[in-house]
C-alpha cells in the first residue's frame, strides 16, 4: 500500500504533540524512544553488594577514616538521614559476563548528592540524586568490559543534601532537620548509544520545530523529519534506530550562513560557596562538581569549563591534594580555565575599597602562583549589583573584562544592554558582556541558544555573546547531554552557531570586531534584593570593624616594624585574617541571604579575626610605646592616643579602667573616664594627663537643660539639639555658626519608623517599594538626662517597639564637634518589619550623596522616572549626605548600609526580620551607632569624608605612667609617620606591608570628593628616594621620587584625578 502524505501544515499542533511524545517519561515510555535506551540493566546482590556506614552527627570524616569504619548491608529502599549528615556505601560490583565488550555504567541514585571514590581513596566524579534536571547518577566503570571481570570496590560518600540543601516546602525555607534520603537505585547498565545519539538529536530538532518561527521553512523542515523518525522508529530494533539517525544526521547536516550570530559556550558550576548549606558542604560540592567535569574533559577534548574563586580552589588543594593536580593538569592545556581573579565572588554592595583592593590582590595572587595565569575576566555573574568604582579596581587589578547577567533580575527597568563599555567614578573602563541567555545555568537546549541572539540588545554592533551552561548554584555542573546537544549545535542552518570556548577569546573578538558598543558610566544599580545592606546586622557590623580593625593592625604593624626593634610584621596571621573577612564577602553570605548555620560559623571566625586582631594591634602599639606604657590601668597617670587616621583630629575619648579621681568627667552610662584627645596629629600621638584640667583648649563647655517647652536641649559652641520628651524626637536643630534651623516647621529627625516588611518571594533578601507606604511611627516611653558636661552632654531616650522588642538610645554632644551622635541597644523579635530612623532637614536638592568604595555616589531624592524611583533604598557606606548650596547634614554610621531619601527626608534602614532563608534573622540584641553630622557648605566643600572615618576609627589609647620624667619628652620626638598635605580631598586609607615579602611599604591613597588635588605624600620613616606607583597587584608602574624636607622626613609631590585610587610602593632604608 502507498504511505499517506502527512499534510503536516494542515495539522502542525497535532504533529507537534505526535513527536513530542516521542521523548516523554510515563504514559508513552514503553513505546517511545525511552523504551530503547538501555540493552541491559541488572541489580540486586549478585553483582552490586552494598554496605554502608553513617558518621555521627555532622561529622564529614575523611576517606581514611571512613573506609576504616564497620560497614554493614543495605539495599535499595535504604534512607540516609538526618539532614547534613554523611554516611559511606562501599559498593562491590560484579560485571556480568554478558557486558563483555560494552560499556558499562554504575546507576546510583541516594536521592541526595554523593561522591564516587576508588577503592584507593581517588574522588572520581560527584552525583547528584532525585529528580528534576539537574540529576546525574550515572558513573561509567568502564568503557569495554572484559569477559571475566574482577569484582571491584567503589566508595559512596553520601551527602544528605539536595543539591539546593534542605529547605522545607519552598527553595528558600529554612533547612528542615530531620529529611530522608532514599536509595532508590543501584544498577549495572549498558547504554544503547545508538538509541542515546538519535534523543539528543531528536531533542534538538524537536526544540527547532517549536521555537523557530513559525512561519519559517526550517521549523517545517524540522518537523518533517522529527514525524518522519517517529515513522521509522520501532521498539528494539537496532536497525530502525540507525535508519532515523541517518535522517536526522542529513537535517543537522544543513549549515548556516558566515553572518550567523556566534554563540561562545562555556561550561561551568555556579558554586555558592555557602548559601543554603554551610561551608563545609561547599568543600565537598567543589570536589563532586569539579571531579565530574575532569572526568567530561577526558571524555570530550573538545570541552571547556571555567570555574572562578581562589578559595575554592585553596580548599580543594587542602583537602583533595590529588584532584587538585588533575584540575592543575587541565588548567596547563586550557580545559579547566581558572577565572575571575578574585578571591570569591564577593558581594559588591558592603565590602569596603581596600576589601574590594584585596579580594583581587588574594585572588589574582593566588591564581598566578598556582596556575601561572592571572584572569583577564572579572566575572561575577550573580552578585547584586556592582559598584561605580569596580572598573578602576578591576583596571588596576590586572583585568579588563567584565561579566555578569545579574540585572537581567531587575524588578522595574529592563537593563538596555547587552556588550558595552561599563565605565566607572574616575572614568576607567572595563568591555562588559551581560549574558544575553540572562542565566549561568543554561542546558543548551535550543531556547536558550536561540535567546542568545533573540535578547542581545547590542546585536547591531556586536554579533556574538556569551552562553553559560551547567547546573549551578549548588554546583553540578555541565551534563553529558548538554555536551552531546552542543556538539550538535556548532552550525546548524536555523540557529546561532555554537563553540567551545574560553571566555577570553570572545572578550578579546569583541574588543577588535565591534563597532560603536555603547558606554554606561557609575553603578550598575540591581533593582532587586535592596534588602540585603540590612539583613543580617551582625555580619554586617563585624565585617566593618574586621575591616577597619585590621587597617590599624597594618598601619601600626608597618610603623613598629620599622621603628622597633625585633618586631617582626605579622604576615601570615594578616593574610589568614584578610582571607576570612574576604570569604565573608561571598554574595550570600554577606548581603544576609543564608541559612543559620552560616552565620554560626561567621560569627566563629568573626570572633576570632576580632579578637586576633585586636591582639595585633596591642602588641604593635606596645612595641612602640612599652617604654611609657603604665604597670597597670590603675595606676596610669596619662594616656597615650594614636591616630590612625591620617589628619589632625580632636575627640573626647571614654577610657575605661583609669582612676577617676580629679578627672573632669565621668561617663553616667557606663563609668568610662571622658578625657579630651586634643588635636592629635594624623598617623601621630598625643599624651593627655589625666587629672589637668584641659579646659584651656575648650574654652566652652557643652551643656543640657530643659527648655520649659517639653525639650531636653544639648548645647555646645556649634549647635542647640531639642530633643522632644514625648516623643523622643530631634525636634530642633540650631546651627549656631550661621544661626540657621535646619528641621523644617512641625517636621522632626530621628523619628523610628516601623515598617511592614513583606517582600514578593526573596524574604532576606528583598525590601519592596509598597513597605515603605506602610508604617508606625514611634514613640519615646521615657526621655531623660544622663551626662551633663563639660566634655559630653547625653540623653537617654527609651521606645517601646512592640510587645517583644524594645529599643534603648543615647543622644549625645561632646564640647568639641557639630556631630550629634546616636548610640542604640535594641532588643528585637519582630516578623516582618524593618525599623528605620527618618531625618527631615531644611534642605532642598535633587540628590543625595553617598559613601561607596574609595569615593562616592550620588542618586535622586525623586521618583520622576522609573530609573529613579528604582533606587527607592540604596546602599551607602559610612555616611549618606543631603547638601544643598551653601549647607548640609550628613547621616552617619558605624555598621549599616541601606539608606532610603526622598525628598527632604533622608532614613537609615537599622534593622529587618525576615524568616526565610534563615528562621532567625536578626532577632535578639543589637549594638549600633549613627549620627548627625551638620556642615557649613555643600557636601564637595565640608568635611564629611573626615568625619565619617573618625565616627568608625576610635583614636588607639594606652594608659602611660608619667612618672619622675617627663612622658611628654618622651614622645616629642616622635613626628607623625605620614602625612598628606595640601589637599583635603586626598585621602591616606590603607598602610601595609608589601605581599611579595620585600621590605617594602604599600601606601593606598584616593581622591574622595571628585575633584582634582595636589597633595604632598611625607613620611618619617627612614625610606629610600626612589619608590614607584603601582597597580593594586603591587606591581610598579612609575616612578615616583621622595626627597628629603627641611623637617628631615621623605616627601613627594602626587596628583590626584577625580577619584582616582594612587597606590605608592616605598622601600624602607637599612
Ligand atoms: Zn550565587
Redesign the pocket.
Known sequence: MDKPVSYLQKHGGITKGRVERFLTNGQWEKVNLNASLYEAQVSGKRNIELEAWSASGQERPTFAHAIKQSFASIETGHNFSPSWSSHWVRATLQIPVEFEGKEVRLHFDPSCEALVWSAEGEPLQGITGGGGDTKHIDFILTSKAKAAEPKRVLYLEVACNGMFGNGVGSLIGPPQENRKFALTKAELVVLNTEAWGLRHDFEIILAMAKHLPQNSSRAWQALATANEIVNIYKVGDRKSISDARAVSAKFLAAKGGDANHQVYAIGNC????A?LWPYDETKRKIARSWATQVDYMDRYPEYLFAASQAQQFEWLQTLYPSLFKRVQEKAKIGQFIPIGGTWI?MDCNIPSGESLARQFLLGQRYFETNFGQRSKVFWL???FGYSSQLPQIVRLSGAKYFFTQKLSWNNINKFPHTTFHWVGLDGSSVLTHMAPANTYTATVSVEDVISSVGRHKDVAYSNESLFLYGN??GGGGPLETMIERLKRMENVDGLPRVKHAHPNDFYEHVEKNASDLVSWKGELYLELHRGTYTSQANTKKYNRQAELLLRDVEFLSVVAQSIAAGFNYPAAELDRMWKDVCLNQ???VIPGTSIEMVYKDTDKMYAKVIDKATHLKEDAVMALFSHIAAESVEEATGVLFVNTTGWQRTDVVAVSGIRSAGVQQVSQRDEAVLMLANTVPGCGVSIADISSVQGDSMAVPVSVFMDGRGCIVLENIYITASISCVSGNLVSLWDRRVERELIPQGKAGNIFCLHDDVPLYWDAWDIEIYNLEKFVELQADKVTIVDEGPLVASVCVEVVISEQSRLRQWISLSATSPRLDFDCEVDWHEVHKCLKAAFTWDISSDVATYDTQFGVVQRPTHRNTTWDMAKFEVCAHKFGDLSEYGYGVALLNDCKYGYSTLGNTMAISLLRAPKGPDANCDMGHHTFRYAVYPHQGSFNESSVVREAYQFNVPLVQLPVNFGTASVASKIAGIKPLFTVEGASNAVLDTVKKAEDGHDHIIVRLYESYGGRARATLSTSLKVARQAHFTNILEEPTDRITFVADTAGRMSAEITFKPFQIITVRLALRK
Open positions: 555556579h558554586i555558592d560557596t548559601w565572588e555573574p550573580d552578585t549551578g548554584d561571598f554574595h550570600d
